[in-house]
């Protein structure tokens, strides 16, 4: 009995002692699953508490880089609700002018205009109403690089605008419709559509854009020396323009995407003209001539881009190759009849021209990530070809009589090998450094002269950060080549005895800038500069007897002494300022022309205001004032010019909607200049239509479930075609 009893006594031990283990275990598990709960719950609320805090931090208006400013369009008040042309007029350094027609730093000339690192085709007019089809809202960032790297083109006067798009399309389908009225003293429409359509591994975008308009321009040209010639022109500019394009990318794997872009620009443009022309020639004698011009031109574009990127391994090592092509196939019919006085005769001309330029290029990029800095390398080929027919036609007895001795045949072709490396490293918390070199060997064959040249394009920049303050300095050397315009010497024809033609002997200027910035609390913006301009052209006129002609000549050298700052802030929280002043000193010397010049300087200033009327800030009003005081530059002397723009803007739908409506140049200020030679004093007072009212309405749809990184192709070289 003992050793039953004492059997059992065991077995209840361990028994009791395999209890409380389980228990134990239970216990462990239910507080090992609480603690999970409770720390899964904390690191949602500290998610959310972080995810909540990042919406209270403002993200800042201003950012400095070592070779470039940033400005964040989500950042501004005044940005909302507008299209891209209107944006850029935001950015501190950047001036927009649409009576020239031209995107410019402020201080300096003008430049070149790229989307997500792609070169667009486009210039003046056609620039500008381009980017009117491009909303704010889809707009990340603006890149003002006033001192390119060596990566880019060295092609450029001053400087690149790099808009930076929003990732887009989300998955699935998305996209947007914007109409616009613009009410000058005719009135302009345009239209534009993207749909979007998005994988984890495919993305379609099919864009849409059409624009349709015209505008009144008034032009005096005077022209005072042994003769005197006063001209002034009444013109109706119109165009009609339909543009879509298809964007595909397809990612083969984690490391590699293969895509293309195609971009059909179907342009029809014309102008009616009414050029009245009094000549007195030296001995008194008067002519006046009345020409009534008919200019019609249809300028169908064709371009293909396509990439291949290869990520060569985890840490950042890639290659990309591209390739482009572009095509115009531009042909061009002016008919016009002079009414010579006291004659009393009528003489009716008509030409004819085909322009086919044509462009190819092929690049490889090698992006080399190491832990002593980063090495970009890379080369490219580029080949321009164009081919211009003009025929000019006097109308005798009902029948037009080609004139052969005035029409001109003009073949041109142009091979560019370029050749890069830069290095780049961030030297502890505060310095950042960037040094390139570029090579590039151009090879001209034309009807007029053939010639090789290779140039060197170095650039360099230095950063150093410190809290609220950065401090860079910079520079770089640049090529301006001659357009296609420029060079092409076909005759277009105002009168039969007046006309503005291309030079094919241009030579390219050279650009060598250099620069000193400041940036305070990603508010304050300044800048000190020095730029100098190298065997520059452009357009001269001259008289001779009763023909007025123009043409471009490689004529002056430049130097500029300049400083801008500009300052950006939000006071009383519904008020938002920019204040940007410029002021710069220039010495100049020509050659090649009769003209003497004078040492001059120029001031520029702005204020930018915009009100939020409500706490969602989906209201505001905005003011603008643009002022140009009376400046000197080369041999001419620029009157005082100055612009005020007011508008509402109003964001409905949590921003889905957008609606904007403005007035642009209330004043109607006209453009003043005199132009001095030794043998004569020019001048123009001219006036493009700027006045205008302006009505946009934006809708967004689609799926916003997730982004998608889309690739971007770069196609820099497009906008020599012009």
Known sequence: MKSVCSFKKIFLKILLHQQIKIMKSKYLFIASLFSATLFAQTQKDSIKTIEQVNLLVKKKILERKADRLIFNVDASIASQGMDAGETLANVPMLKVDENLGSISIVGKSSVNVMINGKMLNLSGTALLNYLKSIRSENISKIEVITTPPSKYEAQGNSGLINIILKKNPNLGFSGNITSGLNQRTYHNGSSNGTLNYQTEKLSLSLKTNYIEGAKRSNERYNIL????????????????????????????????????????????????????????????????????????????????????????????????????????????????????????????????????????????????????????????????????????????????????????????????????????????????????????????????????????????????????????????????????????????????????????????????????????????????YYVRLKNAFGQVSTLDGLSQNSNYLNHYNNNFYGVNFSYTDTFFKFWEATVSFNASYQTSEVFNINAETSNGYSVNYSLNNTFSLNKNKTIAIFLNYDHNLPYRNVNSYFKNFFEMSSGIKISLMEKQLQINASVNNIFAMRYKANIYFNDNEQSFNNYWDGRAFRLSVNYTFGNKKKLIQKKNINFEEKERAQ
């Open 225 to 528: 020396g042994k003769s005197q010639n006063y001209s002034e022109s009444t013109r109706k500019d119109m165009w009609r323009d339909l543009t879509p394009s298809l964007n595909l990318s397809y990612k083969i794997n984690k490391n590699s995407e293969i895509g293309m872009e195609y971009i059909f620009g179907n342009d029809h443009s014309g102008m009616d003209i009414l050029n009245t022309t009094q000549n007195i020639g030296p001995d008194l004698t008067e002519k006046n001539l009345i020409t009534n011009t008919f200019h019609r031109e249809k300028s169908p574009t064709h371009t293909f881009s396509t990439y291949y990127d290869l990520k060569i391994d985890s840490i950042g090592k890639k290659l990309s190759i591209a390739s482009n092509f572009y095509r115009n196939d531009n042909n061009t019919e002016v008919n016009f009849s002079t009414l010579t006085l006291p004659e009393n005769t009528i003489q009716d001309v008509k030409t004819l021209s085909q322009i086919k330029p044509q462009i190819f290029s092929v690049q490889a990029d090698l992006e080399l990530p190491f832990s002593f800095g980063i090495i970009e390398t890379g080369t490219k080929f580029t080949q321009f070809k164009n081919s211009a027919d003009l025929k000019y036609f006097n109308l005798e007895n009902n029948q037009y009589i080609n004139d052969e001795e005035k029409g001109s045949i003009f073949h041109y072709q142009e091979e560019n090998y370029a050749a890069y490396a830069s290095f780049s490293k961030n030297i502890g918390e505060h310095w950042e450094t960037k040094a390139g070199l570029r090579y590039e060997n151009t090879a001209v064959k034309s009807s007029a002269k053939n010639f090789t040249y290779g140039q060197w394009f170095p650039s360099a920049y230095l950063s150093y950060k410190q809290k609220k303050n950065v401090f860079s300095a910079s520079y770089s050397r640049r090529i301006n080549r001659p357009s296609m315009s420029n060079l092409n010497p076909f005759r277009w024809y105002e009168n039969p005895y007046s006309y503005s033609t291309g030079n094919p002997l241009l030579t390219p200027s050279y650009i060598s800038n250099y620069e000193i910035s400041y940036t305070y609390n990603n508010k304050l913006s300044s800048s000190i």
